[in-house]
């Protein structure tokens, strides 16, 4: 039966500025529909804030919301994260805690002692008293570990290369202490679930991210104009080089010298900016959009030019509900089980994307067949109402297990209630 759950996210869920915040609301939208009790405590830590209205939507939803002021600047997380690769200390430690929000936490779940704590990722665990740990669920959006691994692979000499090489040890030691603790791990795709499962066996279920197939609905027609989409928060490292990487190795080698690029989230930072003032092709960097509707209407492609990173991509998922095709590297739809040619277009290398950009700006036929499997498939696998309810399965077994002092011999992972075989 239905309980209550208490959601502990570093960012407010609203408004769906980026994946982690799509994610965060859809899973606490359908528990508050099936009769969950939700309480929310959040950090207002940068990006677009939530706006009167948003709160109002997050306070129908759940019977308790506290956003917690989070004013650290720029210099002194320099500052920390420079001293956590000095000290040997996981930047999660420090990336979002302050004192004060602590505090404030402690308090706030201290008057919820029959609640299920859903920690959002690895960065709010440092908020949770070490007594609570059996009855929280770490909701895992990405395998922080591998994330450093390939952020040191692809950055290589680069200081943040070297700044993820030197805290793969420290946190890849704090992911596995988590996973070990908490009653659960909640993964997003079967290769990080089978991370998880080797550190906490039984004890980790698969909740891919998905999409609102009902809200979001295929588009109407294929635009000619040559206009590539790129979306997604704009201060997050991977797309960042993204973008950089978009600019300057795949749009010199795009023969359509007439395409065009538009770019939209949160927080552009001045790398970004600076990157599209230097493309031979028109890049518009458009920082966040409250609507970006028009935008996936109008654009021919959406662009997932990623070398690096965890996790998956929940805005390739709106583009394959919204019927937009999809060109993306490996590791950009990495963990979703989509099929090159099927579903979306798989291409590494810039000369290999920037091949397939042209085609996709040419063919017609083929974008349209990507536009109707893709809508396919997400509506097949992706949609959250279903995959709500294998989260409210996962947090039953978090919160039977903490009842029963976290005897958890007979648990079993659900991937199989996913669909994923």
Not at 280 to 308: K, M, N, T
Not at 311 to 316: A, E, H, M, P, W
Not at 405 to 416: E, K, N, V
């Amino acid at each position: 039966m239905p309980s209550a759950v208490a959601f502990a996210t570093h960012t407010t869920p609203l408004p769906l500025a980026s994946g982690e915040r799509i994610r965060y609301f859809n899973l606490i939208r359908r528990l508050a529909e099936s009769g969950w009790d939700v309480s929310l405590f959040c950090l207002a830590s940068g990006g677009p804030p939530a706006s009167a209205e948003d709160r109002r939507e997050l306070e129908r939803l759940c019977t308790s919301v506290t956003i917690a002021p989070f004013g650290v600047g720029p210099l002194r997380r320099r500052a920390e994260l420079t001293a956590d690769v000095v000290l040997g200390r996981p930047f999660q430690s420090t990336f979002f805690y302050d004192p004060a929000a602590a505090a404030s936490f402690r308090s706030w779940i201290s008057r919820r002692p029959e609640a299920t704590i859903v920690l959002g990722q690895l960065y709010m665990a440092p908020y949770l008293p070490e007594e609570l740990y059996g009855r929280a669920l770490l909701d895992a959006h990405n395998v922080e570990s591998r994330r450093m691994a390939s952020t040191a692979a692809a950055l290589a000499r680069r200081p943040r290369g070297i700044a993820a090489r030197l805290q793969r040890g420290p946190v890849g030691r704090l992911e596995r202490d988590v996973v070990s603790r908490v009653a659960r791990t909640v993964a997003v795709s079967p290769p990080e679930l089978a991370h998880f499962a080797a550190i906490a066996p039984g004890r980790v279920d698969l909740v891919p991210n998905g999409v609102d197939c009902e809200t979001l609905q295929p588009r109407e027609r294929l635009p000619r104009e040559p206009t590539l989409l790129f979306l997604g928060s704009m201060d997050y490292s991977p797309n960042v080089d993204a973008v950089e990487h978009l600019v300057r190795d795949v749009l010199p080698a795009v023969r359509r010298r007439d395409a065009r690029v538009t770019v939209i989230g949160s927080n552009p930072r001045p790398r970004v900016r600076a990157a599209a003032a230097r493309s031979g092709v028109p890049v518009e960097v458009l920082g966040y959009v409250e609507r970006p509707g028009p935008h996936w209407e109008s654009s021919r492609i959406f662009v997932v030019p990623l070398r690096f990173g965890g996790g998956t991509r929940l805005k390739i998922l709106e583009a394959l509900a919204r019927g937009v095709p999809v060109v993306s590297t490996s590791l950009g739809c990495e963990g979703l089980g989509l099929e090159h040619e099927h579903d979306v277009v798989v291409a590494d290398g810039p000369h290999e994307l920037a091949a397939w950009i042209d085609r996709l700006l040419e063919d017609d036929a083929l974008c349209l067949r990507l536009a109707e499997e893709g809508r396919r498939t997400v509506e097949r696998r992706f949609d959250w109402a279903s995959l709500a309810e294998l989260f409210e399965a996962s947090l039953l077994r978090a919160s039977n297990s903490s009842a029963r002092g976290m005897s958890l011999a007979g648990a079993t992972p659900i991937q199989r209630e996913a669909g994923w075989s």
